[in-house]
Each structure stands twice: as C-alpha cells, then as structure tokens.
C-alpha cells in the first residue's frame, strides 16, 4: 500500500469504495455474460452496510492499533470485504437462470455512476491537499 500521509478517514473509505465498486462491475457484467448459461444464479456484491458500519467506528476512533486487538464492532476500512450472494430463481422460465439482463444493466449503471461521484470526491480532495502543500 502507499504512503498514507496525506490521508484520513474519508479518503480511505473513498478508496475502499473504489475498489469495491470496481469489483461489483466485474461480477455485474459477468452476470450478464451469463444470462443465457441454463443453471446459473446471479449474484450479488454486499458490502454497502459493512462499509458504512466500519465508517462508523472509524468516526467514533475506534481504530484497531494492534494485530492482537479486538476489532471494533463495524471492523476497519481497510478490512471490509464484498460477500458475494447468489440470487433465487425469479424467472421462471425453467432454465434455472436468474439473470435478469435489464435489472443487471440497472446495477451497472447505478454502480457506475456512484463509482463516478467517489472519484470526483476523491479528486477534490487531493487537489485540497495539493492546494495547501503548494502554500497557495
């Protein structure tokens, strides 16, 4: 990992954000490369609540400083991960397929643009600390 000097909070969740949206992408289109694959299941990336609970705890500092620490209860940033679930059968059609391409396209586009705003956020916040650095 990089140099967190310039880092807090906010763009450590920024980052996990990020990548776990990044990794929501892939398993969205690869539920769409599938959609026609009799017996498969769709899945889903969660990670929205686990992200906010441990952004919780951080803004309460409750921080683990020590391998041999019990975590908090909303875990660290850097810690969350996506759990991937399988989604039911909604269809019907008798293939044993649950994609659903529109609704997939729906995620896609959502995911995308929150993706989008992270990284328009992150910007800022960068160009803030290259604001200060430079002594402007």
Do not use: C, W
């Not at 763009?11 to 026609?36: D, M, Y």
């Not at 959502?110 to 992150?122: G, R, T």
């Amino acid at each position: 990992m990089s140099s967190r000097i310039f880092t807090d909070k906010a763009t450590l969740l920024l980052e996990k954000n990020l990548n776990l949206r990044l990794q929501n992408q892939q398993l969205i289109a690869s539920n769409v490369a599938n959609a026609q694959t009799p017996g498969y299941s769709a899945k889903r990336l969660e990670f929205q609540s686990a992200l906010r609970q441990a952004a919780d705890s951080a803004e309460h500092g409750m921080t683990v400083t020590d391998p041999m620490h019990i975590s908090p209860s909303g875990g660290s940033i850097e810690s969350v991960q996506g759990q991937v679930k399988e989604v039911n059968n909604s269809q019907g059609i008798g293939d044993g397929n649950s994609v659903d391409v529109n609704q997939e396209m729906v995620l896609m586009a959502q995911n995308q643009l929150m993706y989008e705003a992270s990284v328009q956020l992150l910007n800022k916040k960068m160009s803030i600390i290259k604001y200060v650095v430079q002594g402007n």
